[in-house]
């Protein structure tokens, strides 16, 4: 079991940056791929970007190409997002989560394990 603690929501105005940061613990932190979800209210949730398991890849949706960056620090088992100019349709709550065998991918079914979430909110 692999469990992940999201920090670093908070309110913040348009351009405006912020880095989220996911702790994990329970397992081998290296062997899980890690990707960052949002789910805005009223809507689904949406994939945000991920992180091969090294953290030598990543991927991300067109709404966080260019602004949003993703990173992992294996030795403090931690995954980052580094959200810059940020917009008022980013407000959400983002979710981290790891899979142990999909690595880089941007299906939430193919993860297995989920934080709580930390909470976004982006004024105009």
């Known amino acids: 079991q692999v469990q992940l603690v999201e920090s670093g929501g908070g309110l913040v105005q348009a351009g405006d940056s912020l880095r989220l940061s996911c702790a994990a613990s329970g397992r081998t932190f290296s062997n899980y791929g890690m990707g960052w979800f949002r789910q805005a209210p009223g809507k689904e949730r949406e994939f945000v970007g991920c992180i091969g398991r090294s953290g030598s890849s990543t991927y991300y949706a067109d709404s966080a190409k260019g602004r949003f960056t993703i990173s992992r620090d294996n030795a403090k088992n931690t995954v980052y997002l580094q959200m810059n100019s940020l917009k008022p349709d980013d407000t959400a709550v983002y979710y981290c989560?790891?899979?142990?065998?999909?690595?880089?991918?941007?299906?939430?079914?193919?993860?297995?394990?989920w934080g709580r979430g930390t909470q976004v909110t982006v004024s105009s």
């Open positions: 989560a790891a899979n142990r065998d999909a690595g880089l991918t941007p299906r939430a079914r193919e993860y297995e394990h």
